[in-house]
């Protein structure tokens, strides 16, 4: 089963950058789709970036022009390079694989049930 490793996470000043990376092992990368998601304090979970086995990436509104999500297939891994941070950004931040759930739907409680979850990435920016 594939599993699926966050890093990259801590502390950055508003108008920051960040690069969180999600490496998978246990099966290749090449079949599956990866979703970014965040939980704030005291909200849900909710999706922002999305990419398909094709390359074809998605962004929630609030990261559109500032997150930019792309993969390495060979590596295995899986990047969500954040910039202009803003303090609405904080929270846990955890990759999703899916081998059957599009990135269409990504922002859906579909991907709840995707095959695999990583245990997540502390994002805090504050000045």
């Known amino acids: 089963q594939l599993q699926v490793v966050e890093s990259g996470g801590g502390l950055v000043q508003p108008g920051g950058s960040l690069t969180l990376s999600c490496v998978a092992s246990g099966l290749a990368l090449d079949y599956y789709n990866i979703g970014w998601f965040r939980q704030a304090p005291g909200k849900e979970r909710e999706g922002v970036s999305c990419?398909?086995?094709?390359?074809?990436?998605h962004y929630t509104d609030s990261a559109k022009g500032r997150f930019t999500i792309s993969r390495d297939n060979p590596k295995s891994t899986v990047w969500l390079k954040m910039s202009s941070l803003k303090p609405d950004d904080t929270g846990v931040y955890y990759c999703a694989a899916a081998l059957f759930l599009p990135c269409s739907v990504y922002e859906g409680i579909d991907w709840f049930e995707a095959d695999s979850w990583g245990q997540g990435t502390q994002v805090t920016v504050s000045s």
């Open positions: 990419i398909s086995i094709s390359g074809k990436t």
